[in-house]
């Protein structure tokens, strides 16, 4: 059975930082690609970050590079996210993605193989 378990969420202030964890089951974590979306309430999904299989290309959303640094543990299929200098507009629910396929920037999701449930991390003074 595959899963993505998403954990790490919270209510923070802006300015300051999150880490985001989704630990990967039931399918070859090592030889996927992976992604963060997020969805804010009324908008649509939208892309935040990818990793090829092996880590060494990592590509971010115009919105958040320079802040946000994803990475990943293939030997304890686990992925994350490291958000700093948070602020309100990243308040949104949060997903970890997988794909056998490459996952673009802005992506709309559509190549997403399997998703995790989601984390909701909220941003306000």
């Known amino acids: 059975q595959v899963q993505l378990v998403e954990s790490g969420g919270g209510l923070v202030q802006p300015g300051d930082s999150l880490r985001l964890s989704c630990a990967a089951s039931?399918?070859?974590?090592?030889?996927?690609?992976m992604g963060w979306f997020r969805q804010a309430p009324g908008k649509e999904r939208e892309f935040v970050a990818t990793s090829n299989w092996w880590g060494g290309s990592r590509q971010y959303a115009d919105s958040v590079n320079g802040r946000f640094i994803l990475s990943r543990d293939n030997a304890n299929s686990t992925m994350y996210l490291q958000m700093n200098n948070l602020q309100p507009e990243d308040t949104a629910v949060y997903y970890c993605?997988?794909?056998?396929?490459?996952?673009?920037?802005?992506?709309?999701?559509?190549?997403?193989?399997?998703w995790g449930q989601g984390t909701q991390v909220t941003v306000s003074s």
């Open positions: 039931g399918f070859a974590f090592s030889s996927y690609n």
């Open positions: 993605a997988a794909s056998s396929r490459t996952i673009a920037i802005k992506s709309r999701g559509g190549e997403i193989d399997y």
